[in-house]
């Protein structure tokens, strides 16, 4: 069986996010369609990780198996031209028959987009937060700091992330190489995280602690101490899955 390694971006606005599911419309499961289509297999993607409902990806890694024939060229040129627009298929790649997309990943890089300006442009809607309120870009970086290294992110950790139940492995601990703030202009905040891996939602949960502190709602040494505590109660609520991109997996 061969080992194909597939570079995906997709906008993920109108989907149930990236894994199958019965009765909804998936970013896997409409590859898997494609993929089953031009193989006569039934053939299983395997992705480096989930993503929520709206929320997009441009350089997600998967793989599948096949004892088939098809070149990567072929595959590369026949499932963006069957795929709906709003998935492309960036890279495909022949790799070692023990490689998986998800157990081979080393960290990954999300982006968070923020627009809050008066205004957001209609062809931002579904890839920026609109959030019209000033924030104080230099307390909410104090907190990134914070951040980075290696912590337990249980104060992050939406429901359903993982397997309370387990005694070994990392539980919700996590290490965050990078986080960062970066302004492009007046209106536009991108917050940057790198890590060796993120709990469910756990992106989302820290953008919405952190505009509670950007707004003043929250100190930077209160967000401290939520990250101490080790409890959901204690953080902000969710942010919208919209505003959110996994940008890159890294193996």
């Given at each position: 069986m061969r080992n194909i390694r597939l570079l995906i971006a997709f906008d993920g606005t109108g989907y149930s996010g990236w894994q199958r599911q019965r009765h909804d419309v998936t970013i896997q499961g409409e590859?898997?369609?494609?993929?089953?289509?031009?193989?006569?297999e039934s053939v299983s993607l395997h992705g480096a990780g989930r993503t929520d409902a709206g929320v997009h990806a441009d350089g997600m890694v998967a793989n599948f198996h096949t004892g088939g024939k098809i070149s990567c060229p072929a595959f590369f040129q026949g499932?963006?031209?069957?795929?709906?627009?709003?998935?492309?298929?960036?890279?495909?790649?022949?790799?070692?028959?023990?490689?998986h997309a998800r157990f081979a990943a080393s960290g990954k890089q999300y982006i968070y987009r923020l627009h809050t300006g008066a205004v957001l442009m209609p062809q931002q809607r579904h890839f920026f937060l609109h959030y019209p309120a000033a924030i104080?870009?230099?307390a909410v970086q104090a907190c990134l700091t914070l951040l980075t290294g290696t912590h337990d992110f249980a104060s992050f950790e939406n429901t359903g992330s993982r397997d309370k139940g387990l005694t070994?492995?990392?539980?919700s601990t996590r290490?965050?190489?990078a986080a960062d703030l970066k302004q492009p202009n007046d209106y536009e905040y991108f917050l940057s995280f790198t890590g060796d891996g993120f709990l469910r939602q756990m992106v989302r949960n820290l953008v919405g602690t952190l505009?509670?502190?950007?707004?003043?709602k929250r100190s930077v040494d209160s967000f401290g101490q939520v990250l101490l505590a080790r409890d959901r109660t204690?953080?902000?609520?969710?942010?919208?899955?919209?505003?959110?991109?996994?940008?890159?997996?890294?193996?």
């Open positions: 590859i898997e369609d494609r993929l089953t289509r031009m193989t006569g499932l963006n031209s069957m795929l709906p627009p709003a998935i492309r298929i960036l890279q495909v790649e022949e790799v070692r028959p023990d490689f104080d870009s230099q070994n492995g990392r539980g290490t965050l190489f505009l509670e502190v950007g707004r003043g204690a953080a902000g609520p969710t942010a919208p899955a919209h505003g959110l991109t996994l940008k890159e997996v890294f193996y």
